[in-house]
């Protein structure tokens, strides 16, 4: 069967914007688009004033005003919409594992808006077992014009980082775009390495390109899957954050990891992703893996 791409979509420019990247993202992948609405968008100690009858007129009004705008702009599309009777996070988590990708608005430099309020964005990014891109509010004087490079994030081992990896070269070769690799690394205490470590960086002549050859490692069996897609190697000395931003500031798209491992307390989406949802300037795909 095949997955669609699925938007929730509130009725805010954010969610419109959403709506739109994803009915063209749809249409780029040749998948359907699914629009949902939470029915339940409120905190339910929340007092709601509306009757059950007006609320429902509000939520179909906010879901038909969505499929109109994307089916007048992409008609050959395959649009279906429907209200879903759960909480938000509930809800998008359950949309989610039915998707290839779930996409959220967003909007400035603060947490996601539209039906996820507070915390309920990062649940959702957190918990996802499915990528998630989050697409902000388009502002013609901020944003980048499409048609840039297709920026991805890598670290640690090539098993690692294949999800995010595989992400990336697949959106970039739907696009017939270019993909550009970023690796960052940092000077390591004196005690972090062992022995067996130093003698690998030794063999690769130094740091740095202990750290490009690591990257080309990982692109490997990518760049012979999709020998099409043009790749550009960035290999910075930073934070991974400042590193990855910077190389993402005229991208079409941002990829970027989050480890499925739950932490201690609550659920955390890593500091490299939670910087790039809060201040890349490009739509942003968190991809899970282990």
Not at 100 to 125: E, P, T
């Amino acid at each position: 069967m095949t997955r669609a791409i699925t938007v929730g979509v509130d009725g805010s420019e954010a969610s419109l914007a959403a709506a739109d990247w994803a009915a063209r993202e749809a249409g780029i992948r040749e998948v359907p688009l699914r629009i949902v609405h939470a029915w339940l968008w409120h905190p339910l100690d929340v007092p709601v004033v509306q009757d059950e009858e007006t609320r429902a007129k509000v939520a179909d009004t906010m879901l038909r005003q969505a499929e109109t705008r994307v089916a007048g702009r992409y008609p050959d599309l395959t649009v279906t919409a429907e209200v879903v009777h759960d909480t938000a996070v509930a809800a998008l988590l359950g949309e989610a594992e039915r998707s290839d990708i779930l996409v959220l608005g967003s909007r400035g430099h603060g947490a996601l808006m539209g039906f996820l309020l507070g915390s309920n964005g990062q649940q959702v990014i957190a918990s996802s077992t499915r990528p998630v891109v989050a697409v902000r509010t388009r502002d013609e004087r901020s944003l980048p014009a499409e048609g840039g490079e297709i920026v991805v994030g890598q670290q640690g081992t090539p098993e690692e980082s294949d999800a995010v990896l595989g992400f990336a070269f697949e959106a970039a070769a739907a696009r017939g775009a270019a993909v550009r690799a970023v690796r960052a690394w940092s000077l390591p205490p004196v005690y972090a390495y062992g022995a067996g470590s130093m003698r690998l960086v030794d063999e690769a002549g130094g740091l740095e390109p202990f750290e490009r050859k690591a990257l080309a490692q990982a692109l490997a069996p990518w760049r012979a899957r999709y020998p099409d897609v043009p790749v550009v190697e960035h290999v910075e000395i930073g934070s991974g954050a400042q590193v990855l931003l910077s190389a993402a500031s005229n991208a079409q798209l941002l990829v970027v990891g989050r480890r499925t491992r739950h932490a201690p307390v609550g659920t955390r989406i890593g500091s490299v992703a939670h910087a790039a949802l809060h201040h890349a300037r490009c739509p942003v795909a968190v991809v899970p893996h282990a």
